[in-house]
């Protein structure tokens, strides 16, 4: 994981990118919000993932926004658990 996101609250990943990320380019195991925004990836798996199996997870919502997020030659662009609560 190129961004690994362990805190609460809101994290903001404002401009940047990633490049030949074989798997997942940010994970989100903390609590929270992300907002990815202006964020470049390419030859990716996932650009964002929630974490499926953190110690904790029924009591903790994640959520994400994407604005300006340009992906190219890659899988998916959000990976979330909705039957966790995420959004």
Known sequence: DAISIKGSGTANIIGGGAYK?????IQHNGCGHVNIINF?????GKVYR?????????????????EGVTA????ELIGINTNLGDK
Do not use: T
């Open 50 to 66: 929630s974490c499926g199996n953190c110690k904790g997870n029924s009591k903790c919502k994640r959520s994400v926004h994407m």
């Open 21 to 25: 990320a074989a798997d997942k380019v």
């Open 72 to 75: 190219v030659n890659g899988g």
């Open 40 to 44: 470049y990836a390419n030859d990716y």
